[in-house]
């Protein structure tokens, strides 16, 4: 009788394992720092929709002006659309 010795390690392939860690990394490197809200008189900012560089002399610049005197600026009034939306 022959006795077979367990192995040590798992000898799945490690595929399953590669995949879940390569998502985490993805998910936890696309987290940027919050970008939206910027002082009424600012000169730029960023659209909170996708996340472009906003000049407020831009012709297609859409702005939404708040009591506190803050602002939101977006690249378009298309993306100040699907803010609301």
């Keep these: 009788m022959v006795m077979r010795r367990r192995a040590l390690f798992r000898t799945e392939p490690a595929a ?8 985490a ?17 600012a000169t730029f900012g960023y659209c909170p929709v996708c996340q472009m560089k906003v000049k407020a002399s831009d012709d ?13 600026m977006f ?6 659309l699907i803010f609301y939306t």
């Design 60 to 72: 297609w610049a859409a702005e939404i002006y708040y009591k506190d005197q803050t602002k939101l």
């Design 16 to 23: 399953p394992m590669l995949v879940l860690c390569l998502a």
């Design 75 to 80: 690249e378009s009034p298309g993306d100040l």
């Design 25 to 41: 990394s993805l998910l936890f490197s696309s987290c940027g720092p919050a970008r939206g809200v910027v002082k009424a008189d």
